[in-house]
């Protein structure tokens, strides 16, 4: 799944306004200063506060590591 990457340039999380980790493969975008992870549905991303999914301290590790060893984007402005 892709977003437009227009959009990636203005996506921040909806509780502490910062950059969210999109992991186009398995549809999601993840802030993992609060551990908290938002579906994408059909290229439409979900960013109401109610309908995030806590992850747990194992999630969070394995999603750190892979958007290090992946190079996943973060949203906001690119820079370079």
């Not at 509780?15 to 975008?29: M, N, T």
């Not at 991303?45 to 301290?57: F, K, M, N, S």
């Not at 999630?59 to 958007?67: D, I, P, V, Y």
Request: charged residues 25%; aromatic residues 4%; proline residues 8%.
């Amino acid at each position: 799944m892709t977003l437009d990457p227009l959009l990636l340039d203005v996506l921040a999380c909806p509780v502490d306004k910062s950059p969210l980790l999109w992991f186009a493969d398995e549809g999601i975008l993840y802030n993992p200063r609060l551990h908290k992870s938002y579906r994408v549905e059909d290229g439409v991303p979900i960013l109401l506060v109610e309908e995030a999914t806590d992850v747990t301290d194992a999630e969070h590790g394995r999603l750190t590591a892979k958007a290090e060893q992946d190079g996943v984007r973060a949203t906001g402005p690119q820079v370079g």
